[in-house]
């Protein structure tokens, strides 16, 4: 009987390893789709001062969690 389970289990986990590349491959068509948006020079210059000052201070920036919550959010 466990034996059983265990191949029942192994073939989900199979499953769901194949949905996660399935996933990641329409989300890369999604991306190579879509267009970039453009931002004005004067943003992009912003954002990449602020971008250097963070990878100079990075205690003054988000943790990779905090920063998941905020995209998820």
């Known amino acids: 009987m466990s034996e059983s389970v265990q191949v029942i289990i192994n073939r989900i986990e199979k ?3 194949e949905l996660e590349e ?8 999604q991306a ?3 267009e970039a948006d453009v931002i004005p020079e004067e943003e992009y ?3 990449k ?5 963070l ?6 920036g988000l943790t990779v969690d905090e920063a998941i919550k ?3 959010s």
């Open 15 to 17: 499953i769901e390893r």
């Open 22 to 29: 399935l996933k990641l491959e329409l989300l890369k068509l």
């Open 32 to 34: 190579e789709k879509d």
């Open 45 to 47: 210059q912003a954002l």
């Open 49 to 53: 001062r602020r971008a250097e000052h």
């Open 55 to 60: 990878k100079e201070n990075p205690d003054e």
């Open 70 to 72: 905020e995209l998820l």
